[in-house]
């Protein structure tokens, strides 16, 4: 296992030289001037200007720029965004508050979604089958830019159950909400993704003849069945956090969450390429060494899958 772990760590290499380059070419190639607003109403003077560019190096090839780059990521520098701020201070702040949204998130994935695949599973073709195919299905078809705002309206402005925005310090309490919000299209794929995989090793020959021997219905699902299915939801919910800590844009803007998100709309908003590509930089390393633990995990799921 060493060697495997080994070997998958040095396959990140060039993932994250590829994925930074992409990101940092595509940020880069925006339209539009880094220095607009940056002097309030009036244009900004050329000494400004020029000053500026060359600090964010804006003069320079594209290669010779992500070469840069690239020299200052190596000593754990992120560089310094159009406002002066240093990118690992703004990451270092905001990472905390992104992790804890996607921790809840991933809670409700776990627990509601594969609780309901494995109880609609079991009762396939019968009523709860049947509501839980229907509901996942409509959760599915509806956007959370839409689901957002409307859960805002009726657990926290109405009802009152929850705050209707995030405050600074966020703690778990005011994530619950957002959290249920991010996390309903995943729970309606976890619960659908384990009602099948359940259904069709139920039917499979050794659930059948484990049945046979006089093991209990009950011991076989749990013992046997149960963790062959949950190889594959797993594997979604593993490469569902990573796109959890980099994809809660929409419902950190709704819930005005001060987390990686809403930094990443920010800076595509203000051509602030590097602190986009400072916080998606982190976030492709955090969903390599996610994906990483879900290819251990498999060995624990399934004996027969060595890495050795």
């Keep these: 296992m060493g060697k495997y772990v080994i070997r ?20 880069f190639a925006l339209p539009g001037d880094p220095t607009a607003g940056k002097c309030g109403e009036r244009p900004c003077s050329d000494a400004y200007v020029a000053k500026f560019r060359a ?17 200052n990521l190596a000593q754990g520098d992120f560089g310094t965004n159009s406002f002066g701020n240093k990118v690992s201070d703004e990451l270092l702040q905001r990472y905390p508050t992104t992790a804890k949204l996607a921790l809840v998130a991933i809670a409700f994935e776990i627990i509601i979604g594969i ?29 959370i830019i839409v689901i957002g705002p409307v859960a805002q309206i009726i657990f926290a402005i109405n009802l009152g159950w929850f705050r209707p925005t995030v405050s600074s310090a966020a703690p778990f309490s ?16 976890v619960a659908r993704l384990t ?13 059948r003849t484990a049945i046979a021997k006089g093991l209990t219905r009950q011991r076989a699902i749990g013992v046997h069945t149960l963790r062959n ?9 593993g490469a569902d956090f990573g796109g959890l800590l980099g994809g809660a844009i929409v419902t950190e803007r709704i819930f005005n ?14 051509r602030d390429g590097l602190s986009v590509v ?8 955090v969903f390599l060494v996610v994906n990483l633990l879900v290819d251990l995990l498999y060995g624990v799921l399934d004996p027969r899958i060595s890495h050795d």
């Design 195 to 207: 009602r099948t995989n359940l259904v069709e090793n139920l039917r499979s020959d050794y659930a």
């Design 115 to 143: 609780t309901v695949g494995v109880f609609a599973g079991i009762r396939k073709g019968g009523l709860l089958d049947s509501t839980v195919m229907l509901a996942t299905l409509v959760f599915i078809s509806i956007p």
């Design 8 to 27: 998958r760590l040095l396959q990140m290499i060039p993932v994250i030289l590829g994925a930074t380059f992409l990101i940092f070419a595509m940020v």
């Design 229 to 237: 299915s949950l190889i594959p939801v797993v594997t979604f919910i």
């Design 174 to 189: 005011e994530l619950l909400l957002p959290g249920m919000v991010l996390a309903l299209l995943s729970v309606a794929y």
């Design 257 to 270: 969450i001060q987390g990686v998100g809403n930094m990443i709309f920010t800076g595509i908003s203000n």
């Design 278 to 285: 400072g916080a998606v930089t982190v976030l492709v390393f």
């Design 55 to 71: 600090e964010h190096n804006l003069d320079d090839p594209l290669l010779v720029q992500y070469g840069k780059y690239l020299g």
